[in-house]
Structures are given as structure tokens and as C-alpha cells.
């Protein structure tokens, strides 16, 4: 016979039940509209689509993406072949749906099923997961090979060492790192996590098992890596390339110091300065960050994290230590190998690359959990032990704080959705060109070239955001190309002679952009020729949007 509390734990679950099941649905509905996210389609698309035209796999100078791990870009390949961009999504996101499964697996072991369900609910609808599960990127991807191999490092400590585990979670190590460069991180610390942990179990002849076990992980791993850290040796002698390579190739980026990539990247400032320079933060500001991610966010501006977490995140996990000294080794243990790998993956996130939440993205499913034991805390041992709350007092308070943590990510998913608009799509009002039209207004004049213009032509974009997925048409993308062959150029005749020389026949230009630029930035000597070289030596073939297809004659 079940009984009163047996019935309420049983409706919480089957709430929390629907809610995912909702939250996964609403979500699919987003995911199913044509591809228009700026990656998608200068990278984990276009890069995968020129593979497929070539026959094989093949360099691709031009394009510093092409050289990154691209594991799950390769699982796009097979959608790609039978012509669906839109599939990629669904592989992704799945994901997402594979680290919720370990999430719920993980909390109903270690705490119960309700909030096994509200864990896999929250980290589903997180808003950088969210937006993540609603384009074709490789975060999620990298998300979940990372937490299983923090899983199956728990599972090692949990089972006595035993070898077993320790592969695995190498294995999916490798994984992540083959998935994107940001693994390396996660590579480094769960490597470390390894001989510290072992050498604090005191098992016999423990420092030099602590070293073998190191080795033995880092060495997994990097087997699993190895086919693309030998495909970029191969083509460029630097395996992880293009990270570091002034320490594999000093002679040649010496060499090379005035082509534009290195130019670019001997003139990129770091983040910090960018922070302080562009948008005006102070120093307080700045050293906050790690702390403001969970706060402050906001879709498709870099000032703002170009994503949004969940403040919730930042707070519930420091309950999870309450009362900590009462509970087995194991779960210390486990909680603490979690924080540390949050914190530190983050605080190393933030000193070395530009400022993404999405490249914070593996620590969120350990935060998840951690936030899952500071409100069961907070529900039995902080609430439940105090006499002088009323019961109802207690279930009003746990409710709001449920309610305020999963209200934040409901207000996002509901802007989102307004944002992507699929349902038009869905059923049919609106048509594909006119979808991905709205949201990339060059996309018209990429169709045209296609319809029109001849295989063997050669398209030079500028300020097009090297999005060039959409382009059967071989294009490259420039900034500044024009200005070099004006500046060198005594007559107007010769920028169309360079320009063939490189086998342009055409340009694609963003005239607002490319506009504000000249007036800015080139030399009245500039200005002329290239004025005198758009009148007599170009015709406009199409134009809309702001976005033109010029011949060059």
C-alpha cells in the first residue's frame, strides 16, 4: 500500500518527468530550422561540406578551422552526404540528452530520483544548453565526453582503482580533446586529478602506481587524439596547430610575418585588454568575470559573454558542503574532484582564451550536481533540522527557490523561441530561402552565384564573416585585400589585373561595412583608385539587402 508521502514523491516525479519532456520537445522545435549560426557556417558545416566536394580530406590553407579536431564534425559529414543540414542539429543535441541521462543516473544513486529528474530538467534547460541544442557547434559534444570521463574517474575512485575505469574515462578524455581544442584543459586536469588522488589513498607502493597511472591515462588519451595531432604534423609540423605555433614552427611564422594571418595574430589583443580598451571595464570588473558569467549574459554580444548561464549555478553548489564531514569518503571525495574541476577548468578557461560561456560549458553538468546536493541540503539538513520553521514554511521556500532557478531558464527558452521562430517554418508558411534569408541577408546574392554563375568562378567576400556554407561557388574571404591592391596599384586597371591574377571573377562585398571602412581606414590614394576601379571595372550583377554580386570585368 503506498502511502502519503510515497503518492507526493511519486507526483513530484512524474511533474519533473513531463517538464523534461517538454523542455526536450520545445527544444527539437527550435533545432528543426535551416542552419544559420555564424560557426555553423563558416566551420562545422562549410568545413565538412568542402570535404564531401573534394572526394577526401584535404588542406585547406585559407581556413584555420579546417585544421581543429573535428569529431563530431565528421559525424556531420553523413547528414551532409544526403543533402540535410538540419539533421547535424538533432546529432548535437543529442548530446545534451546523453550528459542528462549521466546526470540523472549519477543523483539517482547518490541522492533519489526526484532530484535526479529536477538535475537532468535544470542542466537541459540552462540557457547556453538551450541555445547550444538549437545549432550545429561541438560544445555539447565536448561537454559530454569531458563528464564521462569525470563519471568513469569517480567510478575508479568509488570501485578500488580498478584499471578498468581509468581506460575509459581515458578514452572519452581523448574523445573531448578530439572534439575541441578546449579538451586539452579538461585532459590536463583529469590527468593531474589522477596520481593526487591515488597517492592520498595510501595504498601500498602508492607513488610509483600514482605515476603509472598518470602515464597511463595521459598515453590513452592521446592515442585516441593522435589521428588528428598526425594529420596537422603531416601538413603543417605542428600537431595541435594552430595553437602554439611559434614554438613548433619559429622559422616559418618568422617567415611568413607579413602575410595576414600572422599579421592578425601578432596584433590581437588579449582579452583582458580588450575588456579594458573596447568596453571600458575596470580592473575589479575584469578580475570578476569567472563570477560575472553566472550573472550577466546575453546571446550574440561579446561584451556580455555572447551566452547566458544561470546564477543558481554559482550559489546552490556551496550548500553541497554543508554538513560534509558526516557523510562517507567516497562522496567527499566525488564532490570535491568536482569543484576543483570546475573551478579550475574555469579560472584556465578564462586566463587563456576569449570570453565565451559556451567555453565554459564542461563544468556545468559537475556544477548541476553540485547545485542538486546544496538544495537537498538545504531541503534536509538546513531546513529540515530546524524546528522552529513550519513545514509548510519549508516546502514554500524550497518551491520558490525551484521555481526562481528554473523560471530563469523558462524566460530564455521563451525568448528563444521568439528569436528563432520555427514554427513558420515548420509548417510550411515560411520557405527555407526565406528563413535563412532573414537571418543572413548575404544569402540571397550566394544564391544567385550559385544559379548563375559558372563552377569554375572564384568569389572574393568581403566583410561577408567568412560564412561561406551556403556557396557552392569556391569563395575565400578578405578584409583588406582590396586596400593592398589599391595602395600598390597606379591605376585602376591593375586592381582588376591582381585580381585575376588570383582568379577572382567576382566580389561579394557587405556595402555598409566595406563602406565604413574605407572612409576610415584607406589613404585618399586608396580611395581613388578604387572608386575609379568600381566604376569602370566592375558590374553589378545582383544586389539586396545591403549584399552585392559584382563582375569583375
Keep these: 500500500m503506498t502511502t502519503s508521502s510515497d503518492q507526493k514523491t511519486s507526483c513530484t516525479a512524474i511533474i519533473y518527468c513531463f517538464m523534461v519532456i517538454g523542455v526536450v520537445a520545445l527544444t527539437a522545435l527550435m533545432a528543426g530550422v535551416p ?43 553523413i547528414p551532409l552526404y544526403f543533402k540535410n543540414d538540419i539533421l547535424p542539429k538533432f ?47 561541438v560544445d555539447l559534444g565536448l561537454v559530454c565526453f569531458l563528464f564521462a ?15 578498468q575505469y581509468l581506460v575509459i574515462s581515458a578514452v572519452f ?84 610575418s607579413t602575410s595576414d594571418n600572422v599579421l592578425m595574430s601578432h596584433s590581437r589583443m588579449s582579452h583582458v585588454k580588450i575588456r579594458r580598451d573596447l568596453y571600458g571595464e575596470s580592473g575589479w570588473e575584469i578580475a570578476l568575470i569567472p563570477i560575472r558569467v553566472f550573472f550577466q549574459g546575453k546571446d550574440n554580444d561579446p561584451k556580455y559573454f555572447d551566452g547566458k548561464a544561470n546564477p543558481f549555478l554559482l550559489l546552490l553548489p556551496i550548500f553541497a558542503f554543508f554538513g560534509m564531514k558526516n557523510e562517507r569518503r567516497c562522496e567527499k571525495t566525488e564532490k570535491m574532484v568536482m569543484f576543483f574541476f570546475s573551478t579550475l577548468f574555469l579560472l584556465i578557461a578564462y586566463m587563456q582564451t576569449v570570453i565565451r560561456i559556451r567555453y565554459f560549458a564542461p ?19 538546513l531546513l529540515g533540522t530546524n524546528r522552529r520553521i513550519s513545514i509548510f514554511s519549508k516546502k514554500v521556500i524550497v518551491f520558490c527557490i525551484i521555481f526562481v532557478m528554473l523560471g530563469l531558464n523558462a524566460t530564455y527558452m521563451v525568448s528563444r523561441f521568439n528569436y528563432v521562430q520555427p514554427i513558420g517554418y515548420i509548417m510550411g508558411d515560411v520557405s527555407r530561402d526565406e528563413y535563412i534569408q532573414k537571418f543572413r541577408p548575404e544569402y540571397a546574392a550566394i544564391q544567385y552565384a550559385n544559379r548563375h554563375l559558372e563552377k569554375e568562378s572564384k568569389i572574393l567576400g568581403i566583410f561577408i564573416g567568412n560564412r561561406g556554407y551556403y556557396s557552392d561557388i569556391n569563395i575565400e574571404f ?49 580611395k581613388l583608385m578604387l572608386k575609379e576601379f568600381f566604376k569602370s571595372y566592375t558590374v553589378t550583377e545582383f544586389s539586396k539587402d545591403g549584399y552585392g554580386l559584382l563582375r569583375v570585368i
Excluded at 539517482?108 to 530538467?121: D, M, V
Excluded at 570521463?149 to 584499471?163: H, N, P, R, S, V
Design 173 to 256: 578524455c581523448g574523445l573531448a580533446v578530439g572534439t575541441k581544442y578546449n579538451g586539452l584543459i579538461g585532459l590536463c586536469l583529469l590527468g593531474l586529478f589522477v596520481p593526487f588522488i591515488y597517492a592520498r589513498s595510501g595504498s601500498p607502493s602508492y607513488a610509483i602506481r600514482a605515476v603509472m597511472n598518470f602515464a597511463l591515462y595521459i598515453i590513452i588519451a592521446l592515442i585516441i587524439f593522435s589521428p588528428w595531432m598526425i594529420r596537422n604534423f603531416s601538413w603543417t609540423g605542428n600537431p595541435v596547430y594552430p595553437l602554439y605555433n611559434s614554438i613548433f614552427n619559429p622559422e616559418i611564422v618568422s617567415a611568413d
Design 363 to 381: 563544468i556545468l553538468p559537475p556544477l548541476v550536481i553540485l547545485s542538486m546536493f546544496g538544495l537537498y541540503n538545504i531541503q534536509t539538513k
Design 35 to 77: 542552419p544559420v549560426s555564424r560557426d555553423a557556417l563558416i566551420h562545422h558545416l562549410a568545413i565538412p561540406k568542402l570535404y564531401l566536394r573534394h572526394g577526401s580530406m584535404f588542406e585547406i590553407p585559407n581556413l584555420a578551422f579546417s585544421y581543429y579536431p573535428m569529431n563530431l564534425d565528421l559525424l556531420y559529414l
Design 478 to 526: 578578405t578584409l583588406n585585400m582590396l586596400q593592398k591592391f589599391a595602395a600598390a596599384s597606379n591605376s585602376p586597371k591593375q586592381i582588376s589585373e591582381k585580381l585575376w591574377g588570383k582568379n577572382f571573377s567576382h566580389l561579394l562585398i557587405n556595402f555598409e561595412l566595406f563602406n565604413q571602412s574605407v572612409k576610415k581606414d584607406y589613404s585618399f590614394h586608396e
Design 149 to 163: 570521463a569525470l563519471m568513469y574517474l569517480l567510478d575508479w575512485i568509488e570501485f578500488g582503482f580498478k584499471t
Design 91 to 137: 546529432i548535437h543535441f543529442a548530446f545534451a540528452l546523453i550528459t542528462a541521462l549521466m546526470i540523472f543516473r549519477y543523483l539517482r544513486r547518490r541522492i533519489n530520483t526526484e532530484y535526479a529528474l529536477l538535475g537532468s530538467l535544470f542542466f537541459l534547460s540552462i540557457p547556453v544548453i538551450v541555445c547550444q541544442s538549437t545549432t550545429v557547434y
